[in-house]
């Protein structure tokens, strides 16, 4: 079970049994805050907790709070701003790791349990929704995308508004089901990737034992990649096919898409001679230019493991940039 479905399973829990339970939710977040937006926790009048708002002092601290609040009869939802730095006039958290987060705390009401149910349900089979946190309640509407991942409104004060993409927010597709592949999706399944597999070999062996990814697709041809893989700036693509041949074909089939990352494996050889190739095909420089090759960062990678690695680590780079 990952965190994000452990966090809302003891608040799905504590309204069950009837025990006073609290979400404690990033809303916003900025620069180093070692707790981003969409990071959550959740307490209960019992002691239990799961997940995690970006710990040291300031979650402690605000643990503490929460237990607090539990054992008051009638408790409201409250924002705090925390910044991690101790020169700060106001609003210190106690960590010096700069930057600052907007923590909320939110007394879960027995209204919120149909919301909870329906989003515990989302994450579990892997389903997209909008999750809505307000002073007013919890809200939660599957298949809905909204026109942003993340959206904080804290004004006016006693009608803030927060609202977040639930699911998977990056999607990889993988190109190529061989030993790289395998130990990339090995990698990846624990991270904020849903990843889609494509092999023109079905009864390939490593495709086949490949239970990592979310969906794997066998293609008569890696062309039909074009119509396969959407353009999106949430659209991320890795190109390991079983050989020079495969990934040009690949390659030529998403260059002029508008992708987020486009990466492709090989030794430094080959890249240099199909870049050449494309270079005197008249592709456009800049297209060329968007293609990482070889794919990952250099840390002198040699087995499937290691380059994972090196691959998952520029993966993150990229997503994570600003």
């Not at 907007?102 to 989302?122: C, F, K």
């Not at 066998?218 to 190109?239: H, K, N």
Request: glycine letters at 8%; proline letters at 4%; aromatic letters at 6%.
């Amino acid at each position: 079970m990952n965190g994000a479905c452990a966090t809302w399973l003891l608040l799905s829990e504590s309204l069950r049994r009837g025990v006073p339970a609290m979400l404690l939710y990033v809303v916003q977040s900025q620069g180093s805050s070692p707790g981003r937006q969409g990071f959550a926790m959740s307490v209960d009048a019992h002691g239990a907790m799961q997940g995690s708002i970006g710990g040291g002092i300031m979650e402690h601290k605000l643990v503490q709070l929460a237990r607090e609040r539990l054992t008051q009869p009638s408790s409201m939802s409250s924002l705090h701003r925390q910044i991690h730095n101790k020169k700060a006039p106001q609003d210190q958290s106690g960590m010096i790791c700069s930057g600052e987060q907007t923590v909320l705390l939110y007394p879960v009401r027995q209204t919120d349990g149909t919301a909870i149910q329906q989003l515990l349900s989302a994450l579990q089979h892997e389903q997209t929704g909008t999750l809505t946190l307000t002073s007013g309640g919890i809200f939660f509407e599957a298949n809905k995308q909204p026109a942003q991942d993340y959206l904080f409104r804290p004004e006016p004060e006693d009608a803030w508004l927060y609202e977040e993409k639930i699911g998977h927010k990056h999607q990889l597709h993988l190109i190529g089901g061989g030993h790289c592949a395998l130990a990339l999706s090995r990698l990846l399944q624990s991270l904020d990737f849903r990843v889609h597999l494509y092999e023109d070999r079905p009864q390939l062996n490593t495709f086949l034992i490949n239970s990592f990814v979310h969906e794997k697709t066998t293609v008569a041809s890696y062309a039909d990649l074009r119509e396969l893989i959407p353009d999106g700036e949430d659209q991320y693509v890795v190109v390991m096919t079983v050989g020079y041949r495969t990934d040009d074909i690949a390659v030529r089939a998403l260059l002029g898409k508008k992708l987020r990352f486009l990466g492709l494996l090989g030794s430094q050889k080959k890249i240099e001679k199909m870049l050449a190739d494309y270079q005197a095909a008249g592709i456009p420089p800049e297209q060329l230019k968007r293609l990482h090759a070889p794919v990952g960062l250099l840390i002198n990678s040699q087995t499937p493991e290691e380059i994972a690695i090196s691959i998952a680590a520029q993966l993150i780079t990229v997503k994570n940039a600003k």
